[in-house]
């Protein structure tokens, strides 16, 4: 359909708008999720595949929802949440495509058809946030913002030894790690749920906790599917004191690129984070609960390559928790950055986290994230990143495709020095002709590097393959979307394989800057300018983060007729498929 239609030749944007068709929460079930699923992520995902494999010439994509985010309106749209999540990952694996997600009101079609609109054209200016939400007649953007920390009148947690607690994912490391830490604050019952039976070290912990005067009983069911989580909720009900907290840790981890995903590893994914938490959810409503903590990620809010599928599944817990609260009912997501050696980062192994290490993300011991929790579970946040960030060195390594404005606020004044830091572009327009291959050559390396989770003081054999030197699929687009930014400049899909050494690289890409812009002459190189980043909610450096709304009421003027016009046909033609 996309060559049919042309988008092989330049189009000013593409409006994904089928997430409007879902329904509200009030009638959800596992079966309207799955199909919410495939009307909002998997259209998207064969949408970004099809643009991928044509190489299609898109200025940017637009991913609307209607009710997903909850800036002053009851969120009704939960259902179309995940779409946040995979919309980040498509910004840090296609920069080039500007993806912008925006969420709307739902019913009041008179002002945000021309508000829409409005955002869309002034994009074509270079205007354009990339998360935004018209609510309430508002134009409301997002910024990862700190948490208020305070200590004043803080007690230590105290659970009552009284109630039960339920923990799915409960025989996983993470999950063993937060049922002793229970233990420790006072629970003396426990259930724990996971879908595989008791592994030996999980038969010793719960061994511990029983000896230490705790009731825990280890059950085998797939929080997925409703009848089995019912009976774990009839049992507890049956033989233990009454339910008084839900801690939902279970997960599943598929990681690869979006243009080698398969929808059959999203529904992986999406069973224990978007059914299994609609499921106890559904189940819990009517217990009175002290709390309900979904174990989120922090790469739900600003992405991660290779993670589509786990970046738009936490991104529905954390519309659940929020739904939840306005509900009246208890419910917390935690967008955690990786433990140490457990959990997620336990999956993807020590050379993913050393990249995440480059980039300023460190693990946290569990120890201190569950520190955290404590704090948290205190809070009156409905979501709250916990992660340990290197604030200099992120700085220094923003996300890719993510603009600076939508960190500004945990970046205090560091962002000014690192911007004052001559780019690329200038120093080498700045060298003389005969020094500029050796500055251009370091620029690359020091991208391997930091791609790559090298530490800067490792030198890096410059005729040395990058496959051998540990680059995968994620990690080659990571590094092709780091030289284009920037460099300024679009690469091909295959440059890194055609020309598979830092040296080789170095040679090509001083070849083509010079042909399309002569340094010799001292041409001046442009980089784009960053234009203002968009909404989210969580920030948080080595304590956390809380969840101020951080939005802003800005005027949007009435478009031109036209524009809506052109807004109606892109729907049209999304729905005619």
């Not at 059959?264 to 059914?275: D, G, Q, R, S, T």
Request: hydrophobic share 40%; net charge negative.
């Amino acid at each position: 359909m996309l060559g049919e239609t042309g988008i092989n030749v330049h189009l000013d944007g593409i409006a994904h708008l089928w997430s409007l068709e879902q329904n509200t929460p009030e009638n959800s079930s596992s079966f309207t999720l799955e199909r919410a699923s495939e009307l909002g992520c998997r259209s998207v995902l064969n949408l970004v595949q099809a643009l991928d494999a044509l190489q299609s010439n898109v200025a940017s994509l637009w991913l609307i929802t209607q009710g997903a985010q909850d800036t002053i309106i009851h969120q009704s749209g939960v259902a179309q949440s995940p779409l946040w999540g995979l919309g980040k990952v498509i910004i840090r694996e296609y920069p080039r495509l500007q993806c912008r997600l925006v969420d709307v009101d739902p019913g009041d079609d008179e002002y945000t058809i021309p508000a829409l609109c409005e955002e869309m054209w002034s994009h074509k200016t270079g205007d354009a946030e990339h998360f935004l939400a018209f609510h309430g007649r508002q134009r409301r953007v997002a910024r990862f913002s700190r948490a208020i920390q305070s200590n004043e009148n803080r007690q230590p947690l105290q659970l009552r030894p009284d109630g039960a607690y339920l923990i799915t994912g409960g025989l996983g490391g993470v999950g063993l790690k937060v049922a002793r830490w229970l233990v420790e604050r006072g629970a003396r019952y426990l259930t724990l749920v996971g879908r595989s039976s008791p592994s030996a070290s999980a038969e010793k912990m719960i061994e511990e906790l029983e000896l230490s005067g705790c009731t825990v009983a280890a059950l085998q069911a797939d929080v997925s599917h409703y009848e089995q989580i019912a009976g774990v909720f009839q049992r507890v009900a049956e033989s233990m004191p009454p339910l008084r907290g839900v801690i939902h840790c279970a997960g599943v981890f598929e990681d690869r690129l979006l243009a080698n995903q398969e929808w059959p590893l999203f529904e992986k994914v999406f069973a224990p984070k978007v059914k299994g938490s609609w499921n106890l959810h559904v189940l819990s409503e009517k217990i009175p609960l002290d709390f309900f903590v979904l174990f989120s990620s922090a790469f739900s809010l600003f992405g991660e390559t290779g993670l589509g599928n786990y970046a738009a599944g936490n991104a529905f817990l954390d519309a659940l928790a929020r739904y939840r609260r306005g509900l009246g009912l208890p419910g917390r997501s935690v967008n955690w950055g990786p433990w140490e050696k457990v959990g997620m980062a336990e999956a993807v192994g020590e050379r993913r986290e050393a990249q995440w290490r480059m980039q300023g993300i460190e693990t946290l011991q569990p120890a201190q994230a569950l520190e955290m929790l404590e704090y948290l579970m205190q809070s009156d946040a409905p979501q709250t990143c916990a992660i340990h960030l290197n604030l200099q060195t992120f700085t220094q390594h923003f996300p890719e495709g993510f603009q600076r404005t939508f960190f500004e606020n945990i970046i205090d004044g560091q962002s000014q020095q690192v911007q004052e830091k001559p780019g690329i572009l200038q120093r080498l327009n700045a060298a003389p002709a005969n020094e500029r291959m050796g500055i251009l050559q370091g620029h690359v390396s020091s991208l391997v590097a930091g791609t790559l989770g090298y530490h800067s003081s490792e030198p890096l054999d410059v005729h040395r393959g990058f496959f051998q030197l540990g680059m995968d699929s994620l990690t080659s687009m990571e590094l092709r979307n780091r030289l284009e930014s920037s460099l300024n400049r679009s690469l091909p899909s295959t440059v890194l394989f055609k020309y598979p050494s830092i040296q080789a690289l170095t040679g090509y890409l001083m070849q083509e800057m010079s042909s399309s812009a002569p340094m010799a002459q001292n041409k001046e190189l442009q980089h784009p300018s960053d234009t203002p980043q968009a909404f989210e909610r969580t920030a948080t450096d080595t304590s956390l983060s809380g969840i101020p709304s951080g939005f802003e009421e800005i005027h949007v003027a009435q478009p031109e007729p036209s524009l809506i016009d052109e807004l109606e046909g892109l729907e049209k033609l999304l729905k005619n498929e």
